[in-house]
């Protein structure tokens, strides 16, 4: 079964700043996250963020939580929850950079796996992949999106 | 042909590839001359990230049951 997830409006103030942290609830099931979308509606500029995901193994304390909606209609409620917006943020795994990637502020950038190299999550409780922003050249809102399969 | 494990798109366009670690599950994009040591276990037949721990050969899906049963404290 897949499942989306959405973060509209993270604020960049103060970096690191989580996007999405995505995390297993009751450790019952593996997520598979195939894609990663982030974007700014900002107004644009020539601007730039680093993007990072990493191992998170407890949750932080979140401003907003959202819960992944179903790709299809009739699916069951997922296994995962997500927050972000953290004051406080997701405890990482050191050293556990899973991808990287420089953010332009004026595009849309895609991260896309491909069949069997997704970014697995595994079926332990509270743990979790977290999208978070490293640092950015100014405080500018972000948009991400992540889809992923159980 | 080079194995790639995933894509960076942009408006549309692959701007870039990743390739995964087949040990940790780490994607990284290649970049040649970069001075980045990266390594390839036989027994996988793929790239691993370079890093020290990864230099055993330990597959992911391994890993990952260690994990869960609680064997290892980390991936």
């Known amino acids: 079964m897949r499942y989306t997830v959405s973060a509209v409006g993270v604020t960049a103030d103060p970096d690191p700043q989580t996007l999405i942290n995505l995390f297993s609830i009751a450790g019952n099931a593996r997520a598979k996250i195939y894609e990663i979308i982030t974007s700014s509606g900002a107004t644009p500029d020539d601007q730039s963020a680093l993007i990072e995901c990493m191992r998170t193994t407890a949750n932080g304390t979140e401003l907003a939580g959202m819960i992944p909606n179903p790709l299809d209609p009739d699916g069951n409620t997922s296994a995962f929850d997500s927050g972000n917006a953290h004051t406080v943020e997701p405890t990482e795994t050191a050293l556990s950079r899973l991808l990287a990637y420089s953010q332009y502020l004026r595009a849309t950038y895609r991260w896309v796996a491909a069949p069997g190299s997704e970014l697995i999550i595994p079926a332990t409780t509270n743990a979790g992949i977290n999208v978070v922003r490293r640092a950015s050249t100014s405080a500018h809102l972000m948009t991400c999106t992540i889809l992923f399969e159980e | ?75």
């Not at chain 2, 027994?43 to 020290?52: I, N, Q, R, Y």
């Not at chain 2, 050969?57 to 869960?68: A, G, I």
């Open chain 2, 1 to 75: 042909m080079k194995k790639v494990h995933g894509h960076i798109i942009v408006d549309g366009q692959v701007v870039a590839d990743t390739v995964q670690c087949c040990h940790c599950g780490n994607h990284w994009i290649p970049t040649p001359g970069s001075g980045k040591v990266r390594g390839y276990c036989v027994k996988c037949d793929a790239l691993t990230c370079g890093a020290e721990e990864c230099d055993p050969c330990q597959p992911f899906e391994h890993k990952l049951e260690l994990f869960e049963k609680g064997k290892i404290d980390k991936l």
